[in-house]
């Protein structure tokens, strides 16, 4: 495993930045996506609720690779051809945001309805009490499957090797598909991704707890 990881290094590397870069373009946008439509959802207007659970319901019951694929195939024929990159990446921004808007709305709705009243009364807007009083709450809340969707995000950037997308398991095929070692090839590659779930999971639990301290 280690001659082979010195002989094929700067593909996986390479690789693994690609995912990186993925996932944290991923991460950023599918939580504030997410976010929103978590609001909407909870909103007095049904037209704009209606969408935004339109929206989560339909993302969340369909895979992954057929979001990625749509945007690799349909959309090209219709608006701009998008590389693999960016179609994996649009796909999985689309996909996480559904679950990380389950994650928050029920997290907004475990804060008191008091604390979004005490907000209003004291002068603030709809938006002002939500972003300066509930939302903080409601994260504090839902950081363990917050983590979770956050993880699963990390390893679902997979679907850009489906879509050649050049990360870190399009490289490792590519590699297990030169030597025929596709044992050691896909253990660095789970090794790969290892460095970035398990910071990712002790910086969640250290935010649980230092959060649970603060309250």
Known sequence: MIQLFQEYHSVFLEGFKITINSSLIALVFSLLIGTLMAIFQLSHNKWIAGLAKAYVEFFRNIPLLIIAMF???????????????????????????AFIAETVRSGIQTVPKGQMEAGLSSGFTYWQTMRHIVLPQAFKIVIPPLGNQFINLVKNSSVLAMVAGLDLMYQADSVASTTFDTFNTYIIAGLFYLVLTLPLSYLMNHLEKRWAITD
């Open 71 to 97: 945007f690799v195939v349909v959309v090209p024929m219709y608006w701009v051809v998008l590389d693999g990159f960016q179609a994996g990446t649009i796909a999985l921004i689309i996909y996480t945001s």
